[in-house]
């Protein structure tokens, strides 16, 4: 059964910083690209944040170019998604997503808000 675990979510000031992190089990982690989406509230969810399956690529939504950065650990079956000087409009559901082999893999997400 594959499971991906985000974690790391919480409240945070215009900004601040926080680190999310996904688990993944169930798969051969290290042959999946990684992606970080997320979903505000009214809107519909899009891609923040891809790695490569050997986390040699990675590629960002404009709006968080140059403030978040994603990351991989294959030995861990880890993927994080460090995010500094966050804005308001970051306020969203944060989803870890694997995919591969036409297959496509989520988690459950974990909620981020900014706010003063």
């Known amino acids: 059964q594959v499971q991906l675990v985000e974690s790391g979510g919480g409240l945070v000031q215009p900004g601040g910083s926080l680190r999310l992190s996904c688990a993944v089990s169930g798969l051969t982690f290290s042959l999946y690209a990684m992606s970080w989406y997320r979903q505000a509230p009214g809107k519909e969810r899009e891609m923040v944040a891809t790695?490569?399956?050997?986390?040699?690529?990675?590629d960002y939504a404009d709006s968080v170019k140059g403030r978040f950065t994603i990351s991989r650990d294959n030995a861990k079956n880890m993927v994080y998604l460090q995010m500094n000087s966050l804005k308001f409009e970051d306020t969203a559901v944060y989803y870890c997503n694997a995919r591969g082999y036409n297959l496509n893999y989520w988690g459950n997400g974990t909620l981020v808000t900014v706010s003063s």
């Open positions: 790695v490569s399956s050997g986390g040699s690529r990675s």
